[in-house]
């Protein structure tokens, strides 16, 4: 096998050397380049909207009857008009706060109450009996109204948009209101409430199987969330029941449930221990993330096809197959490959070009040379190669006997 020597680099092409000297490329190369600033637009909008969105969130806290939040879900404008009417609003999330007010005779607003445990429920319970206070229950369930009154309990629903009329019996507890609009399946909570009461308790717009509106002791029920709504406080006269059920003392302590109170059943999650910006900041990498995904998940194109003036000298093609062999040990390959190039040889020298049985080549060789036949069997037979050694030394008794024709 012939001796490894030192790969050669291969000369650049012209292109090659032009776009590397600064000349200007050519028109269909840069496509990719084009869609950068696309990229960076799209980048730059998610960083926007994610700052915008951790902005909107430090000024209100969005919810089911959030008092501060001005979303159609959010009780912004009952607050505020509450307010101009001289009505000083507390927002509670801790039911010792709310079961404080209650002990001094306060009202308290309870915008989840089917959310509490039993402790809560009972301890909000406690505080109304003894402190003689209002307390204002926003759709409460079976379970949470059996822990406050046994007076009240659930009958059925309004499943559809309807318009409701006090009956003539209400007296104060239609609140001023002639008509309520509730919305049905399509409301905050599903659909709305009826209440059936019983002893000193008292309903109030009649629909079907139940009250809308139950009072008992200082117990208020509303059937609906969204009497309270921004969305749904407009309808009717929901804001007029609004207004004069929760105004009539001027204070109020609206008690939105939190997880974070220690009396809730729900302990604390891993989650609840993160800061607020860490929900907007994870949207954030969610959308860098998609977007990242899409670009480099993009397809670049048509391949294009490069011409490569590239000459590679014969002599370096022997060499580098030589090296192949040399390295993969394939010695009986090489072997072959230099008795098929001696036999190419030596056919031409003796005019048996078209001859191609190695029976015919040894039966031409034989007159011209001093081997036997089994010796030139041997030499461009298929005998096998143990070793490098063999291989060399075949390669010698080859060339011996190709000069040995040309004798």
């Known amino acids: 096998m012939s001796p490894a020597a030192p790969p050669r ?5 012209a292109t090659a050397y032009a776009s590397t000297n600064g000349a200007p490329p050519p028109p269909d190369a840069p496509a990719a380049e084009r869609r950068r600033p696309w990229l960076v637009i799209l980048v730059t909008l998610a960083v926007l909207a994610a700052v915008l969105a951790s902005i909107a969130r430090g000024f209100y806290r969005d919810g089911p009857l959030e008092p501060d939040a001005p979303t159609a879900q959010g009780s912004k404008a009952v607050v505020q008009v509450l307010e101009d009417l001289d009505v000083e609003v507390d927002v509670d999330r801790h039911t010792a706060d709310a079961a404080d007010v209650l002990h001094d005779g306060g009202t308290v607003l309870v915008t989840a109450p089917s959310s509490l445990s039993a402790e809560q429920l009972t301890t909000l319970a406690d505080a109304r009996e003894t402190g003689d206070g209002r307390l204002v229950l926003i759709q409460p369930d079976f379970v949470s109204l059996s822990y406050i009154t046994p007076d009240i309990a659930p009958s059925g629903t309004i499943r559809v948009p309807t ?3 006090p009956g003539p019996d209400c007296g104060d507890l239609a609140h001023g209101a002639r008509t ?7 409301g905050l909570n599903g659909s709305s409430t009826l209440y059936r009461t019983s002893g000193q308790a008292q309903g109030c717009f009649r629909s079907g199987e139940g009250s809308l509106i139950a009072a008992a002791d200082g117990i208020l029920v509303l059937g609906s969330a969204d009497l309270l709504t921004n969305e749904g406080v407009a309808a009717a006269d929901n804001s007029a029941l609004a207004l004069n059920a929760l105004g009539s003392t001027g204070e ?9 109170d220690p009396m809730s059943t729900s302990g604390q999650t891993i989650l609840s221990y993160l800061p607020s910006w860490a929900g907007p900041l994870a949207l954030w990498l969610l959308t860098v993330a998609v977007i990242a995904l899409l670009a480099l998940g993009r397809r670049f194109g048509p391949v294009v096809v490069e011409p490569l003036p590239v000459t590679v000298r014969p002599q370096e093609l022997v060499l580098g197959r030589a090296r192949m062999l040399q390295q993969s040990g394939s010695r ?12 190419t040889r030596l056919a031409d020298r003796l005019g048996l070009r078209r001859e191609s049985a190695l029976d015919g080549l040894l ?5 011209h040379v001093d081997h036997s036949p089994e010796q030139l069997r041997a030499l461009l037979g298929p005998t096998p190669v143990t070793s490098d050694q063999d291989l060399v030394r075949l390669a010698q008794d080859l060339d011996r006997l190709e000069k040995e024709i040309d004798r």
């Open 252 to 260: 109020l302590t609206w008690y939105v449930p939190s997880p974070s």
């Open 332 to 343: 009986d390959a090489a072997a072959a490959s230099l008795r098929s190039a001696a036999a």
């Open 163 to 165: 318009d409701v009329s």
């Open 363 to 367: 039966a031409a060789l034989a007159p």
């Open 180 to 186: 309520l609009h509730v919305p049905g399946e399509d």
């Open 9 to 13: 680099r291969a000369v650049p092409s």
